[in-house]
């Protein structure tokens, strides 16, 4: 791929290509692996990533924003280079404008998350403050609530971590 600050993403064999994103993007991951981390210090089961490299396949090929996977899923799960082969846990998502970026999340990779193992999904949209929480429900990811930002974040994957959704934006 050329070396033009675009991102590259493959899903199922398809090429996708997006921006870098701005800041209020940045901002937003920033603050849910800040959360998540301070979590994670507590409980020290797992390790909070910020767009790590996730290799299911060579057709398969993404980097999410946000994941948390446990220390001994990670330890299975990377290659030489550090890339996670295995599915994370949890895998967050923050959407960038734009229909196809959109599709890409909401569709595109909320369908891969599910076929290859991820146990909850979160679609952040820091346009609206909301999050839509996917959890596995039998082998796929369904929708279980939209969280809006007067709401509070938890998970059954993090013991003990509350948020409220409004902390994660700008």
């Known amino acids: 791929m050329p070396q033009n600050g675009a991102l590259y993403e493959i899903i199922e064999g398809e090429l996708y290509v997006s921006r870098q994103p701005n800041y209020e993007h940045q901002y937003t991951c920033t603050r849910l692996g800040r959360f998540l981390d301070e979590w994670n210090d507590i409980k020290n089961?797992?390790?909070?990533?910020?767009?790590?490299?996730?290799?299911?396949?060579?057709?398969?090929?993404?980097?999410?924003?946000?994941?948390?996977?446990?220390?001994?899923?990670?330890?299975?799960?990377?290659?030489?280079?550090?890339?996670?082969?295995?599915?994370?846990?949890?895998?967050?998502?923050?959407?960038?404008?734009?229909?196809?970026?959109?599709?890409?999340?909401?569709?595109?990779?909320?369908?891969?998350?599910?076929?290859?193992?991820?146990?909850e999904y979160w679609i952040v949209d820091w346009i609206s403050h909301q999050v839509e929480v996917y959890r596995r429900r039998r082998n796929r990811l369904k929708l279980i609530k939209t969280l809006r930002a007067h709401d509070r974040i938890e998970s059954p994957l993090l013991p003990g971590f509350s948020c409220e959704v409004a902390q994660f934006f700008f």
């Open 45 to 119: 089961s797992g390790v909070v990533l910020t767009a790590p490299g996730v290799i299911f396949a060579e057709d398969d090929d993404v980097a999410p924003d946000v994941v948390w996977i446990t220390r001994e899923r990670l330890t299975k799960s990377t290659d030489r280079a550090g890339h996670l082969h295995t599915a994370p846990e949890l895998v967050i998502e923050v959407l960038s404008p734009g229909k196809l970026n959109e599709f890409r999340d909401r569709k595109a990779k909320l369908d891969l998350y599910s076929r290859r193992g991820v146990q």
